[in-house]
Structures are given as C-alpha cells and as structure tokens.
T-cell receptor, first 116, second 111 residues
Framework: NAGVTQTPKFQVLKTGQSMTLQCAQD?????MSWYRQDPGMGLRLIHY???????DQGEVPNGYNVSRSTTEDFPLRLLSAAPSQTSVYFC???????????????FGEGSRLTVL | ELKVEQNPLFLSMQEGKNYTIYCNYS?????LYWYRQDPGKSLESLFV?????AVKQEGRLMASLDTKARLSTLHITAAVHDLSATYFC???????????FGTGTRLQVFP
C-alpha cells in the first residue's frame, strides 16, 4: 500500500536554484494538492488539481508552478528558490471534494526543504 | 475567502482531565475536517463532519459541528499521554475545491 509518495524527503538548495518536488499516488484519486507547513502558520494551500490537465492556485501560489499530466502525478516546481520557501511541503490526495464524497485528504510523508 | 481559526494554540493538560479545542471559520463551510499530526510525521484524518449537528466519536475524542455558529469542537475526555499531538481543523467553502487549514493546536498531556 504505497498511498501518496513524496520525493525527496530532504533537500538543501541555494538561493536561485530550481528543483521539483515529486508527488505520486496510486489510489486513482482525482484531487491532488500541495501544502506548505511553517511553525505557527498551520498548513497553507499552494496549488491544487481536480483532475489531469486541470490546476488552480491556492492561498500561497507565488514562486511555485504545478502541472498534472497524469492522474497519478502532481509535481511542484520551484523555479528560483528563495529562503522564504524554506518549509515542510506536503502533498495530499482525495477522490474528490464534491458531491457525496467526503473529501478526506490522504497525506504524503512530507518533504523538508531548506533554502540557503 | 475562508479563514479558519483554532484556539487554543497550545494546550498542556493533565492525564485524566477533559478539555475542548475550538475551531471557528469565517464563511459558510459545508464540511469540516479534523486531522492529527505527531511530531515530525504526516497528518492523519480523524473526523469528517458533513452536516449541521454532526457528531462523531472515536475513543476519547469527540468532534461536533454547528454550521450556524460556524464552530466545530474537538472534545477530549480523560486525556492520556498517547493523545499528545498537534490537531488541525480544516474547512471547505461551498462548491470550491480548496481545503483551508487552521493553525493547529499543540496538545501536551502530562502525568
């Protein structure tokens, strides 16, 4: 039972470098999302997707790009990393948030990113 | 835009005592979620509350939802050390696909 898999678990970047956080789920979930977690701030929604080919912005999308070419994968790209992007990033998925579905999210283990 | 506020932010309680965590939200939300996070770990789902007056219980935890008051509560009965964790509530406004989280309540249970 893989569930939601995030890679890498840890990453250190220098300011201005780019990188991609990978997220894959094997539950055939339509909905996928990315959150960042910072002390005292809870979880903040970065981007989300309701299906392949569809993405939208969350609460804090600036500095991040996403794409959803397949149902399984939802990578998060940092084009030019900044120290303010130092955080723990969580990917989460669900069947979908509409109708009779509960919208319960299943989370990955998290990716800890440090930008120097 | 939905805003979700929890209080208290930090709760230190003695084993065997009861307490309640409050989750207030700013606009109409059609469902409310509670999650638990252990230090350094991921989040796991505790409860999904889908309608006004919904009440769910699991062990020493009971969650309720009052959509008119825009309030959800997580009640802890006779706390034990294993309940020490951070608890988050999250809400979704009608017909959107954004799940917005509160800042979390860090619960510490001591003997």
């Amino acid at each position: 039972n893989a569930g939601v898999t995030q890679t890498p678990k840890f990453q250190v970047l220098k300011t201005g470098q780019s990188m991609t956080l990978q997220c894959a789920q094997d539950m055939n979930h339509e909905y996928m999302s990315w959150y960042r977690q910072d002390p005292g701030m809870g979880l903040r929604l970065i981007h989300y997707s309701v299906g392949a080919g569809i993405t939208d912005q969350g609460e804090v999308p600036n500095g991040y790009n996403v794409s959803r070419s397949t149902t399984e994968d939802f990578p998060l790209r940092l084009l030019s990393a900044a120290p303010s992007q130092t955080s723990v990033y969580f990917c989460a998925s669900s069947y979908n948030l509409q109708g009779a579905n509960t919208g319960e999210l299943f989370f990955g283990e998290g990716s800890r990113l440090t930008v120097l | 835009e939905l805003k979700v506020e929890q209080n208290p932010l930090f709760l230190s309680m003695q084993e065997g005592k009861n307490y309640t965590i409050y989750c207030n939200y700013s606009t109409t939300s059609d469902r409310l979620y509670w999650y638990r996070q252990d230090p350094g770990k991921s989040l796991e789902s505790l409860f999904v509350l889908l309608s006004n007056g919904a009440v769910k219980q699991e062990g020493r935890l009971m969650a309720s939802l009052d959509t008119k008051a825009r309030l959800s509560t997580l009640h802890i009965t006779a706390a034990v050390h294993d309940l020490s964790a951070t608890y988050f509530c999250a809400g979704r406004t009608y017909y959107t696909d954004k799940l917005i989280f509160g800042t979390g309540t860090r619960l510490q249970v001591f003997p």
